[in-house]
């Protein structure tokens, strides 16, 4: 058959994993209306105080809907699978502009942000049709010395790269292994060992940078915009400058009364900057920590993009975010979100996955909306959409020709004139970004939300998941930023949840219902904390006064409830060993599930509703990516750093220890008095609890490492619940 007349791109159906999630689905829905039959009946019914009774209906009213919304994602999960040998030559392959977002030097040090900017420039791509923008929201000359430098070194690493093939094309962990790739001649092991020299001294000049510069983020200063060419990076020699991408600092003007939008601020500004320079119609986006692990990405993200049966509506192609820093089987802290990526599976069998900020390749053309625009728009209306440069707007009807020459920022005073106008930080103000043009600023996930508008706008998306990682980041490392972390981001998911986006309403009207399933899930997920605090406090409460909250041992619906416990114990069992994960993930994410519950999810929802009710801002607090060697160490050894905020691990001891009380002061005189019968699964929760959650107990009592719970939170959380406890066993009938 002819090259041009086979497939790009396949897919196929996970048969297994949809006949177990749908026969899941059917027994464990049976089970759940069978439990909600005997709370229905039973509170009418009851002698004692109906209080508890309610809110353990409302628990599992709760889980019981997030179930329901989870089950849209498992319907229907779909494998991707790309044939790049078929696209056509490099001659008619269209640009890709990359974006690169850095924010903090001190947070995200430069050695690895710029190892991520040269493993983009180094993608198995035509050099003369890549462009790399590099957004520094810190404004710092650290970085935009330090670009300067990895352009000079990415001189002869690029060559090198292509010259033996080499797959790790990110220079950092290329030296940290062992050759691989190359030939086995003495050219090779002579030119690596250059190569190694010229990364060493790379690696030097960045530490004189940061011992010469400030290493801190400005919050105050003028638009910076710079091509970096041999003029400015220190006399490397020029001669092989069509092999290099084109490569532009940018940093936006930032001023401490303007509102700049985050991330999503500064991703506009790069859309804006790219659309006068290079203007490529896919744009490739990558956090600063988020390296390139497979050279070719680039290729295999345009076997959809390229597809003609898919292209017309397919606005990006997602591929997972996998973590470099993340043991498996290790995952203490359950970086690696494989919950997320599951529901990506079952995303691509329907209109398409979500953004994830990292790791895809969108659309230039779905960012700019112009699909909304009429096309007989006059020009008031298209500067009300795009703002007042007209050069940019010229930009957007130029079907991806640049307005300038490449190069052209160096001598061009207009051209340098116009980028400064367009990285101020006023330009935004009364037009359309934002809010339908480019990433939207509504919520502090403006990855999902702007995922969400493209698909209720009618786009769609695929996700891609290679057996080889194509992107490679770095993950939380310590419990700390973890919650801290998880609490942006769910606080960011609960603004949309509370909003008129809310996806059960406006996301319902604009597409599929089991897609907008989805994305309601996922906005709804921080309201898990109710559930959890009512099912690690009320029957443990409950039981130290005597108080029965389940069907007795003899009763059927006893059956019921340990189905349903048992049920979906297995299912996520399940769920995890099909991802290759062992059963040490599974009770890892059942840990995190919870403490996450308690805190994260908590905080979330309580300052969403500040949010909406006006009395807090909403920020984005960027995560360091410092590797700090002691909470390196202890996550090796797979254990848990307990230095996270006081507030946090004061909540989560105080309730291990209540759970603790609980089991060991009731369990007994349970016993002893032969109620037995109607207080077994009653007992079993707290002790579910103390057994998963033992590693709290450890780090209150047994550890005298640096990563131990505090004394001081230790003691506070003993008297919380020790109060707490006393109080409902004084109450026991
Ligand atoms: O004002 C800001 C804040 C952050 N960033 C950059 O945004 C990226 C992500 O920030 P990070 O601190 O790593 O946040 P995470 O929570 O790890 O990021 C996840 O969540 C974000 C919000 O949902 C997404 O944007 C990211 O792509 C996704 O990886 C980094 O490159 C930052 O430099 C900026 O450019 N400007
Ligand atoms: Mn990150």
């Known amino acids: 058959m002819e090259k041009s007349s086979l497939p790009l791109n396949e897919w196929q159906s996970m048969k297994t994993q949809r006949a177990i999630n749908r026969l899941h689905s059917f027994i464990h829905g049976a089970a759940l209306s069978a439990l909600f039959y005997y709370r229905s009946t039973s509170i009418a019914k009851t002698s004692s105080p109906i209080l508890p009774h309610l809110l353990i209906f409302t628990a599992e009213l709760t889980l019981s809907c997030i179930w329901l919304l989870s089950q849209a994602s498992l319907w229907n999960p779909v494998a991707r699978t790309v044939y790049p040998e078929r696209l056509p030559g490099d001659d008619h392959l269209p640009c890709v502009d990359v974006f690169v977002c850095t924010a903090d030097p001190a947070k995200e040090p430069s050695l690895e942000v710029m190892n991520t900017v040269i493993s983009a420039m180094a993608l198995d791509y035509p050099p003369n049709k890549l462009h790399l923008y590099v957004s520094d929201d810190g404004g710092s000359l650290v970085t935009l010395r330090a670009l300067r430098r990895a352009r000079g070194f990415a001189k002869v690493w690029i060559p090198f790269c292509r010259k033996y093939r080499v797959k790790d094309r990110c220079p950092g962990v290329y030296f940290l292994r062992e050759v691989v790739g190359g030939g086995s001649d003495d050219h090779f092991f002579v030119e690596k060992k250059a190569i190694e020299k010229a990364y060493e001294d790379f690696k030097n000049s960045l530490c004189k940078i940061i011992a010469e510069e400030d290493v801190k983020a400005s919050r ?19 001669s092989n400058d069509d092999e290099m ?66 292209s017309r509506n397919l606005a990006f192609v997602q591929f997972p975010q996998i973590f470099h820093n993340i043991r498996r089987n290790h995952d203490i802290y359950d970086g690696a979100l ?18 994830t900020g990292t790791a895809f390749y969108i659309k230039r053309e779905a960012l700019y909306g112009i699909r909304k625009l009429q096309p007989n728009a006059n020009p008031n209306q298209v500067k009300e959409y795009y703002g007042s440069s007209n050069d940019f707007i010229k930009s957007i009807s130029k079907i991806y020709r640049p307005n300038y020459p490449t190069n ?23 037009t359309k970004w934002g809010q339908e043009v480019g990433y939207r600023y509504f919520a502090v996930v403006e990855d999902y939300f702007t995922g969400f508008n493209l698909h209720c706008e009618g786009w769609n ?3 891609l998941n290679p057996s080889r990682p194509c992107f490679l980041g770095s993950s939380p490392m310590s419990l700390g930023d973890t919650l801290v972390q998880n609490t942006r981001w769910f606080l960011g998911l609960s603004q949309v949840a509370l909003s008129k986006y809310s996806p059960l309403v406006y996301g319902a009207l604009r597409m599929s219902v089991l897609q907008s399933m989805v994305y309601a899930e996922l906005a709804y997920y921080a309201i898990y904390f109710l559930p959890v605090y009512i099912l690690a406090l009320v029957p443990q409460l409950c039981l130290l006064a005597g108080v029965p909250l389940y069907p007795e041992v003899s009763s059927p619906f006893f059956v019921v409830f340990v189905f349903i416990f048992v049920s979906s114990q297995l299912k996520h069992a399940q769920e995890v060993t099909a991802s290759g994960d062992s059963l040490t993930t599974w009770a890892n994410e059942q840990r995190v599930w919870v403490m996450k ?18 009395l807090t801002k909403a920020t984005f607090v960027p995560t ?28 989560l001891c105080t309730l291990y220890m209540v759970n603790l009380a609980s089991f060991v002061v009731r369990f007994g005189r349970v016993l002893q008095n032969g109620r037995m019968n109607e207080m077994v699964m009653q007992a079993f929760l ?17 550890r005298k490492d640096g990563g131990r719970v505090s004394p001081s939170v230790s003691i506070l959380s003993i008297v919380i619940s020790s109060i707490v406890s006393a109080f409902a066993a004084l109450i026991a009938r």
């Open 220 to 238: 105050d200063h003028s638009p910076i915009i710079e091509v970096i060419s041999d003029a400015n990076s220190n006399g490397t020699d020029s």
């Open 461 to 463: 998306s695929v996700y």
């Open 408 to 430: 052209a920022l160096l001598t061009d005073e207009a051209l340098k004139k116009e980028v400064q106008l367009l990285a101020s930080c006023s330009y935004d103000n009364g």
């Open 624 to 651: 360091s990516k410092v590797m700090d060697d002691q909470v390196a160490k202890l996550y090796q050894m797979g254990k848990y750093d307990f230095q996270a905020p006081p507030l946090f691990m004061v909540i």
């Open 245 to 310: 991408p084109l490569v532009v600092y940018v940093a936006r003007e930032k001023r401490p009364s303007r509102p700049h939008n985050f991330k999503a601020g500064a991703l506009n500004v790069l859309l804006r900057v790219s659309g006068m320079m290079s203007n490529s119609p896919y744009i490739l986006s990558l956090d600063c920590d988020m390296y390139c692990n497979d050279p070719t990405s680039a290729r295999q993200a345009m076997c959809f993009h390229l597809d003609p049966k898919l």
């Open 597 to 614: 519950s308690l805190t994260s999810y908590f905080f979330a929802s309580v300052n969403a509703i500040l949010e909406k009710i006006g």
């Open 686 to 702: 707290p002790l579910f609890g103390v057994v998963m959650h033992y590693p709290l107990m450890e780090g209150m009592v047994l």
């Open 338 to 355: 494989r919950f997320i990526w599951t529901k990506w599976d079952g995303l691509n069998g329907l209109i398409g996955p979500g953004l």
